[in-house]
């Protein structure tokens, strides 16, 4: 069995549906220049110019624009994966989700086909959003350990993937898949500091936030990216997020 | 012996039944027994009819068949290969179509759907397109293929599920109400197709649940009916209306008899009347027609006998074999 000839399909199947019209595809294109712009200006009240970003005793100052952008970037990431499991409570609904369990297909590559399809738009916020933001609002890199920045990149993208998975996995055993994604949604956003700054949290709150993938991913990212951040550093989020690839890797085997 | 293509023994499945509570409250949960110890055989080739009213457990049966649920207890095999521990390997050799409208993407072309379940059968990328355009053609919509499932007929998107179920040339094919809500001219053509495409051409083994039963005395060569979850009997589907209602329904047309002499006739033959009336085009009441509950068509041949030593005549004599809905009907108990 072709495990890339399954994912293949289902990306197939899901651009043919996705794109049926000029107008889904319009705002495919032009709906992240609007949320950049808000996630931006949703900032803006606490500064208009650089983020005071402190990690375990480690202090910075970035650049408001690479701050939130950074946050877009992963938080879609999350949300691609997260609603990529939902997808399947539509194919409960029109019944080909049956007809989908019928084939000796490889289930984890229907998983990744729909997880590849729900990131992307994501790929368009790399390719036609980011270059428009670094180029007009001069966005500021500082890279001071590019081993730390490869690590924080991979496993954070590593853990959102596998979260994704675990969790599409989840959502076929549930007719509550919506549901739950469209609610992991707001706090995920709001605890990962996407939308409002960590230092605006009490520190309770704030600690619990750490919980996240999501969230440690974006410190990681951040600091090495934007703040010349050192992998000693960021060693304390990359180790937990490569335990969270564990966990999700462990659970998924169990499917 | 050759092994059955479909075989089940003491197949269960239990389902938990949730009742909702109104806001707050932990739902009731009650357990309901969808399958009850199910035995089952159908050979190589055969046609075999799970007949039984809505929630009698034939789709909870076909679907546990076709891997698409586990069964609680008892074992199921497909060509020996059992259903659970086995399922991959089931599940390239089987497949189904369900009645109604589901089971396709209306915003792919028939083409497309049917190319996507092609690849995640795996079927040999060289064969891909020989493969659809033959069940396309197969279906008869070789024309409208390359248009979007959501302006197909219900008759059309039907035809295409049929295949879908035949993109990985099963051997074991299950059809769940295949008809259900078709177009009288639809469903016969639909019925041909199964009887002589898919099981006299092809030779797959074919389950048909329906509770259509014109439709499985038309089509299967076997058949069983499931009550509850459990089978009442099986049988050709003559065997089972004749095992479950064993008499036949004889009509004469008598000319010259009273109707005293024609209930003489069936007492003295112990058979019971059923009615006897004077024949409607006929105003002089010299014609009689009796309708007589035998136990076979040879009181026919005794009638002409005695009422042509009596001066009377038997003008014509019709029998009528009790359907598959006569024996649905007493095994219901309505």
């Given amino acids: ?255 | 012996m050759s092994t059955p293509d479909v075989k089940t023994e003491k197949l269960v499945r239990v389902y938990e039944s949730k009742k909702r509570r109104p806001i707050i409250g932990a739902p009731k949960i009650t357990l309901v027994v969808a399958v009850d110890n199910l035995d089952l055989e159908i050979p190589q080739g055969e046609l075999f009819g799970l007949l039984g009213p809505n929630g009698a457990g034939k789709t909870t049966t076909v679907k546990m068949l076709s891997t698409l649920l586990t069964p609680t207890s008892g074992r199921a095999w497909i060509r020996g290969l059992d259903v659970t521990r086995d399922s991959q390997k089931v599940r390239k050799i089987v497949n189904m179509v369900a009645g109604g409208e589901r089971m396709l993407y209306y915003r792919l072309t028939g083409r497309e759907n049917l190319n996507y379940f092609a690849e995640l059968y795996d079927v040999p990328s060289s064969q891909v397109t020989r493969r659809v355009n033959d069940v396309l053609r197969r279906v008869g919509l070789e024309e409208r293929a390359d248009e979007e499932v959501e302006k197909y007929s219900k008759g059309m998107k039907q035809r295409l599920q049929i295949a879908r179920g035949l993109i990985n040339d099963p051997q074991v094919l299950f059809l769940d109400e295949p008809t259900i809500g078709l177009d009288v001219d639809i469903a016969k053509e639909l019925r041909a197709f199964i009887r002589k495409q898919l099981v006299e051409e092809q030779g797959k083994t074919v389950l048909l649940t329906t509770h259509y039963l014109a439709e499985a005395e038309e089509l299967c060569d076997r058949a069983a009916f499931i009550f509850k979850g459990k089978i009442a009997a099986q049988g050709s589907p003559s065997e089972l209306s004749k095992l479950i209602v064993p008499r036949v329904t004889i009509e004469l047309t008598i000319r010259g008899a009273a109707e005293n002499e024609i209930r003489a006739f069936a007492d003295h033959l112990g058979v019971k009347t059923i009615s006897v009336e004077s024949v409607e085009d006929d105003p002089s009441h010299f014609r009689k027609r009796a309708i007589l509950d035998a136990d076979s068509e040879e009181i026919i041949p005794r009638a002409f006998e005695y009422f042509h030593a009596r001066g009377a005549s038997v003008v014509s004599a019709g029998l009528r074999q009790p359907s598959l809905e006569d024996a649905y009907l007493k095994l219901a108990g309505k």
């Fill in chain 1, 1 to 255: 069995m072709s495990f890339f000839r399954v994912v293949k399909a289902e990306l197939h199947k899901y651009y043919v549906q996705q794109f049926v019209s000029y107008r889904t595809a319009f705002w495919f294109l032009v709906l992240p220049f609007g949320n950049g712009l808000l996630y931006y200006s949703m900032y803006l009240p606490f500064t208009s110019t650089v983020v005071q970003f402190s990690w375990l005793g480690h202090n910075a100052l970035v650049d408001i624009v690479g701050f939130t952008l950074l946050g877009q970037l992963l938080y879609t990431f999350f949300v691609g994966v997260t609603l990529a499991g939902s997808a399947f409570d539509t194919e409960r609904v029109q019944g080909t989700f049956e007809a989908m369990l019928l084939t000796p297909a490889s289930r984890v590559a229907i998983l990744l086909g729909g997880l590849v399809v729900a990131t992307a738009q994501y790929l368009w916020l790399i390719v036609g959003i980011i270059p428009v933001f670094l180029f007009y609002f001069h966005l500021g890199i500082a890279v001071a350990d590019p081993l730390a920045l490869l690590l924080s990149l991979f496993l954070t993208y590593t853990a959102l993937t596998a979260l994704g998975l675990c969790l599409e996995a989840f959502f076929i055993q549930t007719r509550k898949g919506i549901l739950l994604g469209t609610t992991l949604q707001e706090p995920v956003a709001l605890a990962s500091g996407v939308i409002v700054p960590p230092s605006a949290y009490p520190t309770q709150i704030a600690l619990l936030t750490y919980l996240i993938p999501l969230t440690l991913g974006l410190i990681s990212v951040r600091l090495t990216l934007l703040a010349g951040g050192m992998l000693s550093e960021v060693l304390v989020p990359l180790a937990t997020l490569a335990e969270t690839i564990a966990k999700a890797n462990g659970s998924l085997a169990l499917f």
